[in-house]
């Protein structure tokens, strides 16, 4: 089972950025499978690796849309940003060098702030670029 459904409360409206949110989704849940699963160190570090790098990836999109855009919160969400690539980063290192473990709370912080942010600034970065045009 899913611990992040895809559904209308996670839309922005906004195809590009809706497409990326569902890949990061779906790797988050394969993170999260492989968790349960007690899949072996490997593949849920390659699980966790790559949805850390999918996520720099993704940022670096929506912050070329706020580039081109002249977006006036960009500063701020490219804060939050690397505070979120940061913390990845560091649970990516922590977890390779065997002092971290994917826990449910762990997952429950990723979920937690995707959800978040989905609603939050990227709704409004949404909506912005939605009312340019």
């Known amino acids: 089972m899913a611990l992040i459904t895809w559904d209308a409360r996670l839309e922005t409206k906004n195809a590009k950025i809706d497409e990326q949110h569902k890949a990061l989704i779906q790797a988050f849940n394969e993170l999260h499978l492989a968790m349960k699963q007690g899949k072996g160190k490997d593949e849920v570090g390659r699980t966790l690796t790559f949805l850390k790098d999918y996520t720099v990836t993704h940022f670096k999109m929506e912050e070329n849309l706020m580039a081109i855009n002249a977006y006036p919160m ?56 939605r009312k340019k045009g």
Do not use: S
């Open 74 to 129: 960009a500063l701020r969400h490219q804060e939050l940003h690397r505070d979120f690539v940061k913390k990845a980063q560091d649970l990516v290192d922590q977890f390779n060098q065997g002092k971290a473990m994917i826990t449910l709370p762990v997952m429950n912080f990723i979920e937690g702030w995707l959800v978040e942010h989905i609603q939050g600034e990227d709704f409004r970065l949404a909506e912005y670029l």
